[in-house]
């Protein structure tokens, strides 16, 4: 891919978290002014997500990581759980699979799918 991007695979599983695929995410980016993160300058960050549709249901029916995910890609950023400031992602693009719905894998939120 060249010296130009970084690339981050996440694998999603019944049981990866929220808070996992955003510490992962989150891990890669550095500061770059206030409120502002991305990968280092002159960089571009490719977030892979392998099996999109894996993430179990919680009670309401919504799928967390799928949701912060989505989050993402509607205000390009996220709130930092710590500091409760909201962080602007810049330079990153996602891209993900999945497989269809059935044996474990369910059908993803239609927010998301929009």
């Known amino acids: ?3 130009v991007y970084q690339f981050i695979a ?11 695929t955003q510490d992962t995410i989150d891990s890669k980016t550095d500061k770059r002014r ?3 993160y991305g990968p280092p300058l002159q960089k ?3 977030i892979f997500v392998d099996d999109l549709n894996m993430p179990k249901k919680e009670y309401y029916g919504a799928q967390p990581p799928i949701e912060i995910l989505r989050q993402f890609l509607d205000y390009k950023g996220w709130y930092n759980r710590k500091e409760l ?3 602007t992602f810049e330079d990153m693009v ?14 993803i ?3 998301m799918v929009r």
């Open 1 to 3: 891919m060249g010296e």
């Open 10 to 20: 996440i694998t999603f599983s019944a049981q990866t978290s929220a808070n996992q």
């Open 34 to 36: 206030r409120g502002i």
């Open 44 to 46: 571009k960050l490719i």
């Open 85 to 87: 400031t909201f962080r």
């Open 94 to 107: 996602m891209f993900s699979c999945m497989g269809l719905p059935g044996g474990g894998r369910s059908v």
């Open 109 to 111: 939120t239609s927010r």
